[in-house]
């Protein structure tokens, strides 16, 4: 890999125009920001440009414009093949096939790794900007809010393979710290009641979704929920207090008779950027990468660009007014989903958002149902929403227990979308497609046959 990020490196040091592409949730736009600071430290003539997925409409636009060098980022191994005419570099970890193996393609996939967790799209991008100099090694707190915007660390509670020495080097650089924490988000900005009552991964049963519930069983354990009148975050409570609620919990689990590795997941690795100011939406990793999705997702990636570049009043302030529309738009979202219901099939379960939920933050909500108690895990969950286009957008999530039996919910999208004149692709566990409206049915069908093969039934 580091062979093949010193190929890609070197066309674009001999490259005075670039464009980049990138995908527009929080993973792209940070693998965005790592590329851009990258080329202007370089004095490059440099652009960008954030696409929700690479269609023939963006592609035919590319190729016209005749950009020096186009350097695509989080996205692009669906196209390494293709057009050859489009001089390009590719740093993605979307699955792909092995004859996407170019020198101009770096891709974890490509050797050996799985691009789900060892490794992100900005993580990827991030060993092109060490290798074109040493002294980018400080991009590697941006590395990380990607791969924890992918949700890389979920797997193993933490990060592992490639994404351990990007932490190692952002330590060394003075960007990063990692530490021993609780897992739930909003460890730094979120009212602790808050973030017992969102806990999702683990579940806990009586507590989660229930906001009085979690109020008891803090007052319970003797902790103060406010401070006067300001509302305590975790990180507000003192070591102790951190203590009785991590045992506290954990026994209620055991109670319930949830095993020990199912409890110990409340316990992870936690990045955090050490330039930023504890208790902002950007010291965390994990809130970080919530930050840029509320941004490019709703059109203004401009605004997670600046961010990533290190903006920290105008720009950060716009970034916070659309993290509240973000958040309230999720729980919405939430609720639509719900209303909606879930359908069974033999092998998968969807609902159908319609215009409910806008397609690009279905993938969210999505992933965010399936971690509920309501809905059963042992099948995959798709969730599909009209795009403005008029097509439909279908997210695909499923669980480690079923990849490791055999599910591969992006080989199977891809079969699914192409037999109904769609696109997909993605990872084992998370997946995508954009499909014709009123091929959904069709869809599902092939969808239901492909995972029922998969899993050998
Ligand atoms: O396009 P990209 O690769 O950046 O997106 C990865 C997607 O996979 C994210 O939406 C993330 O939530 C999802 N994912 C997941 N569970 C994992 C790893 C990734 O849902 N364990
Ligand atoms: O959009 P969503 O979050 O559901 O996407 C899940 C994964 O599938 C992401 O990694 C995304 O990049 C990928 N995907 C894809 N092709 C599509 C749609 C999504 O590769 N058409
Ligand atoms: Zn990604």
């Given at each position: ?10 066309r674009i ?6 464009h980049i592409?990138?995908?527009i ?22 652009s960008?440009?954030?696409v ?6 963006v ?8 950009y ?6 989080d996205l ?8 050859p005419?489009l ?5 993605d ?37 060490r290798a ?17 915007g992918d949700?890389?660390d ?16 952002g ?6 710290e990692?530490?021993?924490?609780i ?17 999702s991964d ?5 507590l989660s ?20 009148m300001e509302?305590?975050r ?11 609620v991590?045992?506290a ?6 109670d319930k008779?949830?095993g ?14 050490s330039?930023e ?5 950007l010291?965390?990793?994990k809130?970080?990468a ?5 941004t490019?997702r709703?059109g ?5 660009l600046?961010v ?7 720009w ?7 993290l509240?529309g ?8 939430l609720q639509?989903?719900h ?19 806008r397609d690009?933050?279905?993938?969210i909500v999505t992933?965010?149902?399936?971690n509920?108690e309501?809905?059963d895990?042992?099948l995959?969950?798709?969730?599909f929403?009209e795009?403005k ?5 279908v997210?695909a ?8 039996q055999g ?6 999208i891809?079969?699914?979308?192409q ?9 084992n566990?998370a997946a ?26």
């Amino acid at each position: 890999m580091f062979d093949r990020a010193q190929q890609l490196a070197n066309r674009i040091k001999k490259a005075e125009q670039i464009h980049i592409v990138t995908h527009i949730d929080a993973d792209g736009i940070a693998a965005g920001g790592i590329a851009l600071q990258t080329l202007e430290r370089l004095g490059k003539d440099v652009s960008i440009e954030c696409v929700k997925q690479l269609d023939e409409g963006v592609m035919s636009r590319l190729l016209q414009a005749r950009y020096q060098l186009v350097w695509f980022t989080d996205l692009g191994s669906s196209i390494s093949t293709d057009y050859p005419k489009l001089t390009k570099v590719i740093t993605d970890h979307h699955t792909c096939s092995e004859d996407s193996d170019l020198p101009f393609h770096l891709n974890p996939h490509l050797f050996g790794f799985d691009g789900s967790y060892d490794l992100s799209g900005a993580g990827t991008t991030y060993l092109v900007a060490r290798a074109i100099d040493a002294a980018n090694t400080d991009l590697a707190g941006l590395a990380i809010v990607g791969a924890c915007g992918d949700l890389q660390d979920r797997r193993f509670c933490g990060l592992r393979g490639t994404n351990q020495m990007v932490v190692d080097e952002g330590i060394s650089a003075g960007v990063l710290e990692r530490i021993m924490d609780i897992r739930f988000f909003g460890r730094e900005t979120r009212p602790i009641v808050k973030l017992l009552t969102y806990a999702s991964d683990p579940i806990i049963p009586g507590l989660s979704r229930r906001e009085d519930a979690c109020t008891q069983f803090l007052e319970d354990l003797g902790i103060r929920v406010r401070e006067q009148m300001e509302f305590r975050r975790w990180i507000d409570l003192s070591s102790d207090e951190r203590h009785t609620v991590l045992s506290a919990l954990f026994k209620l689990l055991l109670d319930k008779g949830f095993g020990a590795k199912y409890a110990e997941r409340i316990l992870g690795e936690t990045y955090l950027l050490s330039r930023e100011e504890p208790g902002s939406e950007l010291h965390d990793a994990k809130e970080f990468a919530t930050l840029l999705n509320s941004t490019a997702r709703y059109g203004k990636h401009d605004v997670g660009l600046n961010v990533c570049l290190g903006d920290r009043q105008v720009w950060l302030d716009r970034a916070r007014n659309l993290l509240r529309g973000h958040r309230q738009n999720l729980v919405e979202g939430l609720q639509v989903a719900h209303d909606e219901q879930i359908t069974r099939l033999n092998t998968i379960q969807f609902f159908h958002a319609h215009s409910g939920i806008r397609d690009t933050i279905i993938g969210i909500v999505t992933n965010m149902l399936l971690n509920t108690e309501e809905v059963d895990r042992s099948l995959p969950l798709l969730g599909f929403a009209e795009t403005k286009e008029g097509d439909i957008k279908v997210s695909a999530r499923t669980t480690q227990t079923l990849v490791n039996q055999g599910v591969n919910l992006s080989a199977a999208i891809k079969h699914a979308a192409q037999q109904v004149n769609g696109v997909g692709g993605g990872h084992n566990i998370a997946a995508g497609a954009t499909i014709p409206k009123g091929a959904e049915d069709a869809f599902l069908g092939f969808m239901d046959t492909e995972i029922a093969r998969q899993l050998a039934l």
